[in-house]
């Protein structure tokens, strides 16, 4: 199978008509049409073997994941997806892996309405590189620097469940449970893409961010983008069932630096405070008050008596 055949077997599929898609897979540039007066939103993300995923991972699943990181981009941006791109390195042109990595993807891309425009296909170490473009209203974007002190900290769903499978896959010691209840966590993350444009909609919504990386290294992005601190009530932090054997010290670093987690972390006037749980609620995803953001630059964990608690393990850094 030559990289034509390929591309035309498994990634050349026409986009839906009418849509924002005017020339898909097949030309030498996409064209798309986002709605007039709308801001074009474009994130790239990455996933190498061996550091992103394991060799040898599951296809399917490594489809969507590959997609579902991108489009949690989007989400935190309170964007919603036109299309996406695939730049693909592949070791062989191996039929097993394409068709269920194929499926994977392109059943997270029509749940989302997010078609396949185009990408580039070469032998090399697997990577996928994907790059969604979204788009949102002028001034409605969530971004990092929008942060003000007074404002609640939310967050949707819950952390740590992924930081667990990791360790039940890779035998560390303290882990307890099983691996089937979490793993798919790990595997399979949810873009919350309803979340986070209802959010963009909501009069008195700030900041907001999707956690890739763990939960406190990411809300530093915020507090560093937007010259704030921020305090968070460690008892307010929903817990997964599967979190609760773990001793508490393994508990928190789950909930605060687990990674992996594609959750959306925002803030929010406290006045918009009803409307926060409305959007939750119509998109189908809890959400909660975890703390508040502070003038006082860095962050503090208290615990239920206000008491500082103090914290070992911080987000994770490719470079660190
Ligand atoms: P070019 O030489 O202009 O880079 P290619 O020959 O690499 O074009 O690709 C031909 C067409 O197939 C282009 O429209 C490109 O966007 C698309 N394409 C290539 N690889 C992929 C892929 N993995 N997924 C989707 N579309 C792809
Ligand atoms: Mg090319």
């Not at 949707?156 to 930081?163: I, Q």
């Amino acid at each position: 199978m030559g990289e034509f055949e390929l591309i035309a077997r498994h990634f050349a599929r026409a986009a839906p008509a009418g849509g924002p898609v005017v020339l898909g897979v097949g030309d030498d540039c996409a064209l798309l049409q986002p709605t007039p007066g709308h801001q074009l939103a474009v994130s790239t993300d990455m996933l190498v073997e061996g550091r992103h995923f394991f060799a040898g991972a599951e296809p399917e699943a490594l489809g969507h994941k590959a997609l579902a990181v991108n489009l949690s981009d989007l989400a935190a941006m309170g964007a919603r997806p036109l299309g996406f791109t695939l730049a693909l390195a592949l070791p062989a042109a191996d039929e097993a892996w394409l068709a269920p990595f194929a499926r994977g993807l392109f059943a997270l891309a029509d749940a989302h309405h997010c078609p396949l425009v185009g990408g580039d296909t070469t032998r090399g170490p697997l990577t996928l590189s994907l790059t969604v473009f979204g788009e949102v209203r002028p001034g409605r974007a969530l971004r990092r620097d929008a942060a003000r002190a007074g404002d609640e900290l939310w967050l949707s769903g819950r952390t740590g469940e992924a930081r667990l499978a990791l360790a039940l896959r890779r035998g560390e010691p303290w882990a307890r449970g099983e691996l089937a209840v979490v793993q798919d966590r790990m595997d399979r993350p949810t873009p919350r893409l309803a979340l986070g444009q209802a959010l963009a909609a909501t009069e008195g919504v700030r900041a907001a961010l999707d956690l890739s990386d763990g939960l406190l290294g990411d809300l530093d992005h915020i507090l560093q983008a937007s010259g704030l601190g921020a305090e968070i009530d460690a008892a307010a932090l929903p817990v997964a069932p599967a979190l609760r054997d773990l001793d508490e010290a393994h508990r928190l670093d789950c909930l605060l630096a687990g990674g992996d987690d594609y959750e959306l972390l925002f803030t929010a006037d406290p006045s918009a405070h009803a409307a926060v749980l409305a959007a939750g609620a119509g998109a189908g995803v809890a959400v909660t008050r975890i703390g508040r953001l502070r003038a006082a630059p860095g962050w503090r964990v208290l615990d239920a008596l206000g008491r500082d608690l103090t914290i070992r393990a911080r987000g994770f850094d490719h470079f660190a």
